[in-house]
């Protein structure tokens, strides 16, 4: 692993060692298409929706009634609700880019929090004055470690984007406190909700300041032994236990199990552990192999919102939170920094588009908490006004009791623009593919300027044009995604000459001239996909994926009065393309199959049958079937949905009439 | 439906009206076979076992506290820890059997019950004395009705077994409370878990005082309107979605639901409400063709313990609580009794032999609180000296941190001889199998005596020896059970004359003379069974049934080292059956297959493949598999289980190779 000397302040991760340099949002600048618009409507709606939010909800104010004397009886929202506005103020600076001091608006919310804080650095808003239960009283479901880790993260946030401000002093009170408090000496304990290890990590990297970086490693090693107390979900739940290091697969809250998992990759970076590191890979390598949605999605249980048994993986029943998408992609950006291995930007590019994109709606002002696989039934959709009690429902809510997924959507968007490329001594490497201007310095001072011109992922053609390069050889490297496997990928050079590549990634070494064109064509096309036939709840079902994005089918593009239950699909025939979605983004996809008549199969009867009784079955009419993105479903009102389709060949259980 | 005479003081349920009139348990007794077993194991070992566990986790402890005081600190267990002590004086009622005074035991704890009731009639050990929360604070979660209710059960069965004495009295006095305090002019509320409702229908019955009957109508028609707050789990969770005349399924908490349905059976038939009655029959019939485990199992979330969508049943996350399972014996048993249709004794059979049997181990001492028909790791045996934080595990538990089963077993084995036999104008009906000896009196004070000597369900020879009848025709109807469908059943009359027999009853009406003897002969054979497939779940699986018992495949009968996740199975032969399974009841059946060998296809890659992409089928090596009754796993240790298997038949979305 190379030392990085970072070019860019405007870093959301940054760490001093690794196989790849990440590149900061003052390098990387998306320009338009998928995720320009996505960024836009971040921008525009969904910061101020979920600024907006937190003053009705009052979970603003509880910083006010605390700095004011009345928070025991003025508290609002969950143990955990202080987070929400740490994040927001992270996606703000990240969202709002580099300038020169805080906006607005960042320095109003500052304020608040700033006459919150305790002399001794504490801030949370749920402990430790009159009235309220002690300070870390409950590590198992009090989230005060995990709150200081967001705050540290928007103290971070701010100092990258804006320079060290009121926030980053703030946050380094807070994350001072936590060293005091928790550090040798101190309470051995961890907290319930790990978020706090990458938080103290990058307040290290950002800092210079090793006892950060000690207080995260203390925490990460600390976890597993078993200190927090067993319960109805078990120790697995907090990852508590096994230690990180003897840990196989990720297990438990999958939120709390990815942002450990990221934790524990910035310590190894960190202090040069590469035990701790090689056990986070073989974690991550079992946990895509074993228990993760075809979406990237991640989490079975609703129960406890965690990770199933290896091959558990029910799509009626997905939990597949967004808050977990959003830590997947913030393990495998790590994880790619750290080892430059393609297959991390493979998961990350299938969660962003299936999982992160799929969140917000598209006017940005309503979530998914969950995102199911399969919805049987249609939801009257939730109220507008109020807040959703529930973290499922087939339509998205504007806020939720535990509201974690707007704002980790928002910050995720608004960081977006760093996952697209990196650097290294021998040049650039693209990771993700958008319209976007890139603008940066490789080793040796050597400036390089390059346009990134796409309409992926509707289509496959990605062209990168030089517009500024050194005057010797370099590389420019291109991932070639693992879901082009067994189909062919051609990479054009400059000079037009077109060569097939392998999933993976693909390298062009030469002296670059303003205006050179590099060409990728992935062959973006609808293709039927299969399960590993160990994953029982998808037997003898099919699905779409089109590119990065997978699809589904939607009542809404059913002939009148069918739900999506009663299609059959024939995967004898290719899917093809249709007319362009709601979304404009991915267009639909149109597959052969059938529709059962509605009431075909609906006897009220006992359903299990001897396999040697006579049974007739059910009349179906054939129909082309449309399909869509399936991050784009459920935005044309209440509708039912599924991505795994049971194949119309004649069921093999089906008796010979 | 007709109006009941009770013959018997001894009915655990005693209309006033329905198609069929119970017998008491001074009427049926049963004397050996399966349920003989598991009675005894009831009686000598689990009613100790758990009054013992009461005393040590501080349950019974909870009423000697509030008597002397100390309640506030000394409070052990959740809100409803009280009505565990409760059903356990139900089943010491029902189990121990008729006489004229109270056993010891109860005597004592009916002391301490005393000791604790409030000069009002109140009696709970989590609300209302000084330092605790008000009394009826908190509807939704609070359980107070719903330990009223076991209360009143626990009083009720004190009568109807030894006669009134204190316990009886201590439930009127509560019951009383409830009626001033919820009734008109008191508390426009409900219980966010019914269960009151059956409990103050069986005390009008007893009592013959209608104001019982009353409060109990009122609580069933308040219910659905909307009183309890709407939470995460939606409103459904506590059936306070809809009333429950206009519900056309159960829905929510399983449990919940299968309490108020028995309940809304109960008002219906005091009150002559046909229409009451006819929606629950309605929700029955729906929740049975499409919430139903093959087992009987209700319930397949484990988040809320709740139905799931419309045939959404999972098997590895199946919740099947064993209360739903002896909610859904009670409301079956009501239903039967109301309407005479053989149906509900079909449903109830099922859960007998599926679910109730399946909670309690061998040896009485430990649980299953959640009956997964799918496992697919092994759990090390929880820990027999200290109560399960958990619902659900691998190996059952002795005791848990909610634990109402092993109580609620415990009063169903107690009482599950007035489940064998009923009685009506025309004669005796048969509905469960057993070795039993029924002696009543008909309408007109004419006294039968049977004995019914049958291996069932090993075997299906079920034989009924007439030792006293009235000289004058009368009729002896015998339930075929709905399993028996495309297969033959044979009854015997006295005369040796066989007659085939659909599903459904057979009556054989004629002037019977001690010595005659009816045969029946159930085709007890092995058979594969398959799911209707909007089961998504379980889409090309198959399972087998023998008479009423499910089977499962359990890792201890596959070959060293596999794991029944490796098990394909071919429907192409018929199953034959085995030697004696481990638990002598149900013997084995052994099917064709085969077993992959064990990391044949445990790559750690994408566990999603193009359908175009070549794949390599998995080695297997050909088996006869083993399968045991589902209600014996879990006897031998850590293993891992299915009910559903997979098929051998090439999976048809394997490309040609």
Excluded at 39 to 49: A, D, F
Excluded at 387 to 395: K, M
Aim: one cysteine or more; aromatic letters at 6%.
């Amino acid at each position: 692993m190379k030392e990085n000397t970072a070019r860019s302040a405007a870093l959301p991760v940054a760490p001093t060692r690794g196989r790849l340099r990440p590149l900061g949002l003052d390098e990387v600048r998306i320009t338009g298409g998928f995720w320009a618009r996505r960024r836009h409507t971040n921008e525009t709606v969904t910061l101020g929706h979920c600024r907006d939010w937190m003053e009705r909800v009052g979970w603003t104010g509880n910083f006010r009634a605390a700095a004011e004397g009345r928070i025991q009886q003025d508290r609002r929202g969950r143990e955990f609700a202080d987070s929400e506005l740490y994040k927001l103020l992270e996606a703000m600076a990240w969202q709002s880019g580099t300038g020169t001091t805080p906006d607005a608006e960042t320095a109003a919310l500052t304020e608040v929090l700033a006459a919150a804080q305790e002399p001794d650095g504490y801030l949370n808003t749920a402990f430790g004055r009159p009235g309220q239960r002690p300070r870390h009283s409950d590590l198992a479901w009090g989230h005060e470690l995990y709150c200081a880790g967001h705050l540290i993260q928007a103290g971070v946030a701010q100092a990258r984007t804006r320079g060290e401000g009121e926030l980053t002093r703030i946050a380094r009170r807070a994350a001072d406190h936590v060293c005091a408090t928790f550090g040798p000496g101190g309470i051995e304990g961890v907290c319930g909700h790990p978020q706090i290890e990458t938080a103290l990590v990058e307040l290290a990297r950002l800092t210079g300041e090793r006892r950060y970086l000690d207080q995260a490693a203390l925490f990460v090693d600390r976890r597993g032994h078993g200190t927090l107390p067993d319960g109805e979900f078990g120790r697995a739940y907090h990852q508590d236990d096994l230690p990180v290091r003897e840990a196989t697969v990720l297990r438990g809250h999958a939120v709390r199990a990815l942002y450990l998992a990221a934790g524990a990759v910035d310590v190894a970076v960190e202090t040069r552990d590469d035990a701790l590191l090689a056990a986070v890979v073989r974690q991550w390598e079992a946990t895509v192999a074993r228990r993760t949605y075809l979406t990237g999605g991640m989490g079975a249980h609703h129960q406890d919102e965690s990770f199933g048994d290896d091959f558990v993986l029910p799509p009626d029943r997905a939990y597949s939170e967004t808050c977990a998408g959003v830590a997947s992609v913030m393990l495998s950006w790590r994880l790619l920094l750290a080892t430059g291995e393609p297959r991390y930007a493979d998961l990350a590019e299938r969660t962003l588009f299936n999982v992160v994109a799929t969140s917000p709606a598209e006017d940005g002002r309503s979530f998914f908490y969950a995102n199911t696989l399969h919805r049987p039934h249609r939801d009257a959709a939730p109220a507008t006004e109020t807040v959703s009690p529930r973290a499922e429902s087939g339509l998205r809510a504007p806020w939720f009791a535990v509201s974690c997924c707007p704002t980790n959507v928002a910050r995720t968007l608004a960081q977006l623009p760093a996952h697209l490329a990196t650097a290294d001594d021998q040049g650039v490497q693209l990771h993700q593919y958008a319209d976007a201007e890139i603008d940066t310095t490789l080793t040796g001072g050597h400036r390089v300027a390059l346009r990134v011109r796409t309409d992926y992922p509707s289509g496959g053609t990605v062209t990168v044009t030089v517009d500024r390069s050194p005057d010797h050889p370099w590389t420019l490297t291109l991932r070639v995604p693992a879901w082009t496997a067994h189909a062919t990928t051609w990479l054009a050079d400059p000079d037009g000459r077109r060569r097939t590549v392998a999933p993976g990634t693909a390298g062009t070494t030469r002296v670059f001239r303003p205006g050179d064109e590099i060409r990728l064509e992935l062959p973006v096309r609808a293709r039927w996909i299969r399960a590993d036939p160990r994953i029982d709840a998808v037997r003898g079902t099919v699905a779409v994926q089109r590119g990065p994005l997978v699809y589904c089918a939607e009542s809404v593009d059913l002939p009148e009065g069918h739900e999506v239950d009663a299609v059959r699909v024939d995967p004898s025939a290719e899917p093809e393309d249709g007319p362009d979605g709601p979304d404009g983004a991915g267009g639909t996809v149109v597959v052969a199959g059938e529709v059962t008549a509605h009431d075909a199969r609906h006897g009220e009867s006992w359903p299990y049958r001897p396999l040697d009784a006579p049974a007739r079955p059910p009349a179906a009419d054939r129909a082309g079937i449309v399909l869509v993105p399936y991050h784009s479903w459920a935005n044309r009102g209440p509708s039912t949905m599924r991505v795994w389709l049971p194949t119309v060949e004649p069921d093999h259980l089906a008796p010979p009439t």
